[in-house]
């Protein structure tokens, strides 16, 4: 069996694949669909090359969100998810410290972003899933119960 795809009997790696999953999955698409948000975020936070990390974080956030939602390639979707919240911990920390007064990249305001406590959930329910696999009801464990039953045969 693949070694991405190895995992856990037990059932409750369900729960954090589906909180980071469905959290990375909804952000993408929120992403996708105000990208000038999005842009400001990054701006304000500093990041460079903002017209294509637009794209690229947002990308990676729903390839990331359907892989752990699904559970297929689990490991790979924690480490995505984990890619992409790192940098968003830091942008909420680095916009919660702007001055109004002295906003850079030429913003008018101070853009929104969700509470620190959601991007550290993310990241931790992502390195769960990281460490622990799809869990009994994911599509890797089904995928390696039919090599098992091909194998048998």
């Given amino acids: 069996m693949n070694k991405l795809q190895q995992t856990t009997d037990k059932a409750f790696p369900i729960a954090p694949r589906l909180i980071a999953g469905g959290i990375l999955t909804f952000f993408s698409l929120k992403h996708f669909s105000d990208p000038q948000h999005f842009a400001n975020i990054l701006t304000g936070a500093g ?81 769960i899933a990281l460490v622990l696999g799809g869990g009994k009801f994911s599509v890797d464990k089904m995928m390696a119960a039919k090599k098992s039953d091909d194998s048998l045969q």
């Fill in 47 to 127: 990041f460079p090359m903002v017209e294509l990390n637009v794209w690229a974080a947002s990308a990676t956030e729903l390839i990331a969100g359907l892989l752990l939602l699904s559970g297929f390639l689990t490991r790979i979707g924690g480490v995505l998810g984990i890619g992409v919240m790192v940098p968003a911990v830091i942008a909420t920390l680095t916009i919660a410290g702007l001055d109004p007064e002295n906003l850079p990249g030429g913003l008018t305001e101070v853009p929104f972003v969700p509470p620190l406590p959601l991007p550290i959930l993310t990241t931790v329910t992502s390195l």
